[in-house]
């Protein structure tokens, strides 16, 4: 046993002179008749000493004060440490990657454990997590970590959390090696691993190097923790697991010799609980499928799959529109249309099966149900009265996607079965063939009439194509296709072609609809289309397009818009975080610069998973001796114990004491005396059980010692510091005269305006916040991460350019305006990773122009400026804007001096236009501070007119 205080057992020396003052006590009361007053005055005391009190009463007073003494100085009996092995400083390696966080509390008690034990050997400490934190140094060479003491380590061991991304075990040994060229005195290592190799040829080279530098290190104690069951969800795309199965993902886990069950949540958009399902994984089995049972309207609703009870980004499958099962119908031509290999429907149902709620029957069955896809093989449309029937459904908006055939090849069903006319002049009548392009009379094939040498490869997609950003593998070749007919809009009409520039698929609207038509069958005798990955990826790409859901550019860079955890829990990117190509979706690892999460607008969201590059799971070999951290008993602190004992005892002899003095305690003094008792009693050992060791010494926290920010006492609008001093206190005035502009005609009372810099700032505070872009104007990644947080959070950004740059400026460009040179390529450098969804002309329908004031244009300093906000359903809270974009120098508008006066002309309406300026700014901040709740007001007309019909 040890004290953490010491020195407050020399109290210890003052207990004689507590016995001897507590030896005496006061004589008790003596019990007198009362006689008359007379009388009193002759009555003397038989004695007048003081009473000694009785021994066991001294003895308790004074076990009271001792106990108090120790308890004070807070002992520490010493359980049973870790063994730590060799001697010197010990390197705590921690693997805090994807899987530890599930049972992360176990994994710091058992490294707690350990440097609790190096803190009583005084051994120094490098505690070296394995995850990458998103700080690399510039010069991509390891930080070479701090020699720690016990508590320092264990400060910072309290500040470690697990991360979303695996392990970097080869940069981890890059940290070995030197600390080792630093010449530091290391004795010993413990490995803290999570029992998962690295995935990959790479990663296992990694964890080869990781165990070399360990071995060249020191001795390598590996912990392990028996319980641990890492586990992944990835999703499902094979051809057997789609929507009849309702399988929804796959769960990759390390084999065990028992069967084990597992349940799964399918939570939806608002984080509530859709469904739950149970997974049985078979002993010894590596992965087990998970089968949701939920209707596809409702399956549609699911955002996130997570495994219960096992918090970790790896047990987390997020689902984006790529996910969703779109209705699609496919026609049966025959019986035999789903015979395996050679029937028409079967290379179809197995790509379309895993992505698409497919529905089977005949054209009068299918054009009856709400789809959004019709597929129709060759000579399923062959009678003219189908045909029509199918044209009404795609004119209403359906998308009718046909292929090619021995009935097609013979064009029966062409307007003109002839080819003695002008190909010029042919004039295909699509809502009679059904054909986006007039045919050729005959096929061309590979030796035929119109053959060509060899079998045709595909040529890259054109940047209008559906397809664009689809990898074409060189494998895949074409024998035999229907020819189009040469037209001067066939190009435009062209969606793919053969490396001779013949068309593979066309298409063309029919009303609201569109008619697709692939020039080859959908099986393997005319081409080995059927038989790749790409034909999947291009019916699945249609079945978007069809639903209105394009996936963007192979190039075009999808920022993050939220993030996973450690812990799998959904929350704003962190500020290292960067965007992702979107042709990079389902290759890209989880790292610091790309975290699992949701990028992109909400049009084109796509998601990042752990498990769409991780599926197989293998065990770690052990590094060094095999070690569990059973066995440990921590030191306990008996302090608490000691003082609830002292305390009681005192409550004792005042309660013995006032008895002997002669006062009758009563029944109900008693009575509450032993319920103080029993109090005391009950409450001492789980007071003792919390105890934990008090700290040498506790800084007060800065929450205490700052003070309170007015903007979290008051409502206030907030400008972006730039730097530049005129921009800034234009800025300062123009919010100032906005403010009592909405104080003295609404009911809003705002306080002075406050510059802020984001990423030093709160910006939690402010509703509103004015950005003044100057040419020269940069972001770093920490503000851009902090402006994200803002605008995922309700707040609104007013983003002026204050003018129009002159080398961007379109000829039909109308309005008066100050020249901003370099201001658009600065608003494109500083909104570059912002989540700005998809923006729209501000007009007078929109309920920002019915906030308060009826406005028809939003002039600033100048007027005739466009002014851009967030497109009706982009918006994320509500559908409220997070910005408004705009370049009418709203600020020197709005700016008054100390003495209320306007410094700045307004051009060129003058007063009238600075009015309707202000009026502007009041539905900006009134619009910030209340969202749309006008909005149904907005369609008041509306609404009346079809109450009348």
């Known amino acids: 046993m040890f004290f953490q205080f010491p020195a407050l057992l020399g109290a210890l020396l003052v207990l004689p002179g507590v016995w001897w003052l507590l030896r005496t006590r006061p004589p008790a009361p003596r019990t007198q ?5 007379a009388l009193l005055t002759r009555l003397k005391p038989a004695r007048d000493d003081a009473a000694t009190p009785p021994l066991w009463l001294l003895l308790l007073r004074l076990a009271a004060v001792a106990l108090l003494i120790l308890g004070l100085a807070t002992p520490v009996i010493s359980g ?23 049972d992360w509390p176990a994994r710091t008690a058992a490294a707690h454990a350990v440097l609790d034990a190096a803190g009583h050997a005084e051994r120094k400490i490098v505690l070296l997590p394995t995850a990458p934190n998103g700080s690399a140094s510039p010069t991509n060479e390891p930080l070479l970590p701090p020699v720690l003491s016990a508590e320092e380590a264990s400060h910072r061991l309290d500040a470690l959390r697990s991360a979303p991304w695996a392990p970097d075990r080869a940069r981890t040994a890059a940290t070995l090696r030197a600390l080792m060229a630093a010449h530091t005195p290391i004795g010993a290592v413990i490995y803290f691993d999570d029992g998962v190799a690295t995935p990959g040829k790479a990663g296992a080279v990694a964890d080869r190097t990781l165990a070399a530098a360990l071995a060249a290190t020191a001795p390598t104690q590996d912990i392990r923790f028996p319980d641990s069951q890492p586990m992944v969800l990835t999703g499902t795309h094979t051809p057997d697991e789609g929507a009849d199965s309702g399988v929804m993902a796959q769960l990759i886990t390390l084999p065990q010799a028992m069967s084990r069950h597992v349940r799964i949540r399918a939570h939806g958009q608002d984080g509530g609980t859709l469904a739950v399902t149970d997974v049985a994984i078979p002993a010894d089995a590596a992965s087990a499928p998970v089968s949701v049972a939920l209707p596809t309207i409702m399956r549609n609703r699911v955002d996130l799959l997570s495994v219960d009870a096992t918090p970790s980004a790896a047990a987390t499958l997020l689902l984006d529109e790529g996910d969703r099962l779109r209705p699609v119908g496919l026609v049966s031509a025959s019986a035999s249309g789903d015979t395996p290999l050679v029937g028409t429907q079967f290379y ?27 597929i129709a093989p060759d000579g399923s449309l062959t009678d003219g009265e189908t045909r029509k029937r199918v044209a009404d459904w795609v004119r209403k908006g359906g998308t009718l996607i046909r ?4 009935t097609l090849a013979g064009n029966e069903d062409s307007a003109s079965e002839t080819d003695d006319t002008d190909s010029s002049t042919q004039k295909n009548d699509v809502a009679t063939t059904l054909l986006p392009v007039s045919l050729m009379p005959t096929a061309r094939q590979l030796g035929g009439a119109m053959s060509w040498g060899k079998p045709q490869p595909l040529t890259a997609f054109p940047e209008t194509s559906p397809f664009h950003g689809l990898p074409i593998p060189k494998d895949v070749t074409v024998s035999r296709q229907v020819l189009a007919r040469p037209a001067p809009d066939l190009d435009s009409l062209t969606w793919a072609r053969l490396a001779d520039g013949t068309p593979l698929v066309t298409h063309t609207p029919l009303g609201k609809g569109e008619v697709v038509l692939f020039h080859v069958t959908p099986t393997a005798d005319w081409s080995n289309l059927p038989l790749s990955g790409l034909f999947v990826a291009m019916l699945e790409r249609l079945v978007n397009h ?33 965007g992702l190509a979107a042709n990079l979706f389902g290759s890209t690892p989880p790292s610091p610069e790309h975290p699992p999460g949701l990028y992109g607008s909400r049009s084109a969201r796509r998601a990042l998973n752990v498990g769409d590059t991780l599926h197989t799971l293998s065990a770690l070999p052990a590094i060094g001796v095999s070690a569990t951290p059973a066995g440990h008993q921590p030191d306990r602190y008996p302090g608490p114990w000691l003082l609830a004992l002292g305390l ?17 305690l009563g029944r109900s003094s008693t009575r509450a005396s032993l319920l103080v008792l029993l109090l005391v009693a009950q409450l001492t050992p789980a007071f003792a059980q919390d105890a934990v060791p008090l700290p040498q010494s506790s800084p007060p ?33 123009g919010l100032q005269g906005l403010s009592d502009y909405v104080n003295a005609r609404t009911s809003a009372v705002l306080g002075h305006p406050d510059g802020v810099r984001p990423g030093k700032d709160d910006l939690a505070y402010y509703p509103l916040l004015y950005w003044p872009i100057t040419p020269d104007a940069q972001v770093t990644p920490a503000e851009t991460a902090a402006l994200s947080t803002f605008m995922a959070r309700g707040g609104m950004i007013v983003i002026d350019t204050q003018g129009v740059d002159p080398d961007t400026a379109r000829n039909d460009e109308t309005g008066f305006s100050g020249d901003a040179p370099g201001s658009t390529a600065a608003l494109r450098r500083v909104t570059a990773g912002l989540p700005i969804p998809a923006l729209a002309r501000l007009d007078d329908h929109h309920v920002l122009s019915h906030t308060f004031y009826l406005l028809h244009d939003f002039p600033g300093r100048y007027a005739g400026q466009p002014v851009w906000v967030a497109r009706e359903g982009e918006a994320e809270n509500d559908d409220v804007s997070p910005v408004i974009i705009g370049s009418a120098d709203w600020a020197h508008a709005w700016a008054v001096d100390q003495n209320g006066d306007t410094r700045f002309a307004v051009l060129p309406g003058g007063d009238e236009q600075r009015r309707t300026a202000y009026r502007f700014g009041v539905n900006a901040v009134i619009y910030a501070l209340t969202g749309n709740y006008k909005a149904d007001q907005v369609h008041v007309p509306a609404i009346l007119r079809r109450l009348g019909e």
Do not use: C, K
């Open 33 to 37: 008749v009362f006689p008359p007053i």
């Open 80 to 102: 049973r440490p870790v063994p730590l092995p060799g001697s010197g400083t010990l390197v705590v390696l921690m693997d805090n990657g994807l899987f530890s966080a599930a």
């Open 348 to 374: 179809l149902r197995r790509a379309l099966t895993p992505t698409a709620d497919l529905h089977t029957g005949t054209v009068a069955s299918l054009v009856s149900q709400p789809l959004s896809v019709l």
């Open 403 to 406: 292929f090619a055939g021995r």
């Open 546 to 578: 069809a639903s209105g859901v394009d996936a963007p550019a192979d190039t075009a860079i999808l920022p993050p818009v939220l993030s996973l955890d450690g812990d799998g829990a959904l929350g704003p990117p962190p500020p290292f975080a960067r």
């Open 648 to 664: 009681l005892l005192l409550l004792i002899d005042a309660i013995w004491t006032w008895r002997l003095r002669g006062f009758s």
């Open 701 to 733: 926290p800065s929450q205490i010692t700052e003070p309170v920010p007015q903007a979290a006492l008051e409502t206030r609008l907030a400008y972006v510091l730039t730097g530049n001093a005129e921009v800034d206190s234009v800025s300062r005035e």
